[in-house]
């Protein structure tokens, strides 16, 4: 392991994967988003938390506040913590077993306003910010590169709250229609560009506007992707409480399939094992974008251009969050034998879609399906377990992918009607910091 563990009392300071030297607060990482090496902040030191300890509390404002004050303690929201999980977790993220024999379950983590799993992050980060903001702050410009689902939480969680700007950038053409009329019906403080070109160019816009001198003298700068990691610490929350729920009936640890991407969900699982939560094996399973898989299997880091498929939100070339697990593991043999990776194509999403629906009776997205078929292959060839597909987005925000593989409607959220009702404000940008500058610099006094 490349920290120490600390006792759950001590404060826990922070520093950048790229250099240990300088560390700063929990408050100071987030309003940071990333560090000023460009490097992303991880735990000098890991807190441990006692299962035992979090008793058998199942709410999950309450499991989120006692396991995220190991995080937080003497920050300046720690006394605030229960305040800012109850405004983040005000919906579920119900455990739905599959089979009798508990062997099998789905983390359902799509009930939240914007139908997706990053709403847990993207509610706690709006949450703390609120809170860690006076009235002589700065002006504060959140940026955030999204695939598909980020943006809309972002967007849901930050609308409207004052002294805050958002920046949305999405790759064009390259959402489904459904997350794009999510990523442009706000307007008011929230501005939506669309990038010619990929997510990662998205990806790299952000992070060179953070490095970028004129922009940073303009605004506060912060970010609400799950670099930041007041979006990631707080998905390890549903890991903990759903890891829980399983030892607690079973006597056994969970062991997760995650559908991967930027790795922001997969980080966030394997932290909340590195804690002390009873959690198994972590299995990332990604489409066709494989650079994760083949470092795995080859040893080198090797990334590339995105690919577009059907499986859109992780459509990610050059994951970020690599930097964080790397940083955990950096001997490849841990690595190895802390997750492992599939790789599954389009034809096998839409296939295990039809067989989701047919054997389950479960409409899965398709990020939920590739999850799906990677489960399959590990039962085919391991031990069983306690295993739990981890079902990142409703599947209407994909019905023109989903409803022709199963031959019925999908059912739409009330939440998702609300915002499909709301009008649409996008601007198209090249994939370049000027534009960047410019697109940010409109509209503003």
Same mark, same amino acid.
């Given at each position: ?18 250099? $240990?030297?300088?560390? &700063?607060?929990? $408050?100071?990482?987030?309003?940071? /988003? ?29 499991? +989120?506040?006692? =396991? ?48 997706? =799993?990053?709403? *847990? ?43 805050? %700007?958002?920046?949305?950038? =999405?790759? !064009? ?14 307007? +008011?403080?929230?501005?939506? *560009?669309?990038?010619? +070109? ?52 079973? /006597? %056994? ?29 972590? &299995?990332?399973?990604?489409? @066709?974008?494989?650079? @994760? ?29 690599? %930097?964080? &697990?790397?940083?955990? *593991? ?26 989701? *629906?047919?054997?389950? +009776? ?16 590990? &039962? ?17 925000? =994909? $019905? %023109? ?16 009607? !609300? ?27």
């Amino acid at each position: 392991m490349s920290t120490a563990s600390a006792p759950a009392s001590a404060g826990i300071r922070y520093h950048s994967t790229r250099d $240990s030297s300088s560390t &700063v607060s929990f $408050s100071q990482a987030l309003l940071q /988003g990333l560090a000023p090496d460009g490097g992303l902040y991880v735990p000098t030191s890991w807190p441990r938390v006692d299962p035992q300890g979090l008793g058998a509390e199942t709410d999950l404002p309450a499991l +989120g506040a006692r =396991f995220l004050a190991a995080f937080v303690a003497d920050d300046p929201v720690a006394g605030q913590l229960p305040e800012i999980t109850r405004d983040a977790f005000n919906f579920p993220a119900p455990l739905v077993p599959l089979d009798a024999g508990g062997r099998l379950a789905v983390l359902e983590l799509f009930h939240g306003p914007t139908a997706a =799993f990053k709403d *847990f992050g993207a509610r706690f980060l709006a949450a703390s910010f609120a809170r860690l903001r006076t009235s002589g702050s700065r002006p504060l410009t959140i940026l955030v590169a999204t695939s598909g689902d980020t943006g809309g939480a972002v967007a849901a969680a930050f609308h409207g709250r004052p002294g805050i %700007e958002v920046g949305v950038l =999405f790759p !064009k053409g390259l959402v489904s229609p459904t997350q794009e009329r999510q990523l442009t019906c706000w307007g +008011g403080n929230v501005k939506s *560009f669309a990038v010619r +070109g990929t997510f990662d160019d998205c990806q790299r816009l952000v992070k060179q506007a953070f490095l970028d001198p004129e922009l940073r003298e303009q605004t506060q700068l912060s970010s609400a992707n799950s670099i930041n990691l007041g979006r990631l610490l707080p998905q390890a929350v549903y890991y903990a409480a759903s890891s829980l729920q399983i030892w607690r009936q079973y /006597g %056994e640890p969970a062991s997760y399939v995650i559908p991967s991407g930027n790795l922001g969900n997969a980080a966030a699982c394997i932290w909340a094992r590195e804690v002390g939560l009873p959690i198994g094996e972590v &299995v990332l399973a990604h489409n @066709v974008n494989r650079t @994760v898989t083949d470092f795995l299997h080859t040893g080198e880091w090797r990334p590339r251009p995105s690919i577009a498929t059907l499986a859109s939100a992780m459509d990610v070339g050059n994951p970020s969050n690599m %930097e964080r &697990v790397r940083a955990l *593991f950096p001997k490849l043999s841990d690595l190895r034998t802390a997750v492992s990776a599939e790789t599954v194509d389009d034809a096998t999403i839409r296939e295990r879609i039809r067989q989701g *629906f047919e054997r389950y +009776g479960q409409i899965w997205c398709p990020h939920t399906a590739t999850a799906a078929e990677a489960y399959e292959r590990i &039962v085919a060839s391991r031990r069983p377990g306690r295993w739990v597909v981890v079902s990142t987005a409703h599947p209407a925000k =994909f $019905s %023109e992918i989903v409803e022709p593989l199963i031959g019925r409607p999908v059912p739409v959220p009330e939440t998702l009607a !609300k915002l499909f009702a709301r009008p649409t404000q996008v601007s198209e940008i090249e994939p370049d910091l000027a534009a960047l500058r410019l697109a940010l610099r409109a509209g503003r006094a």
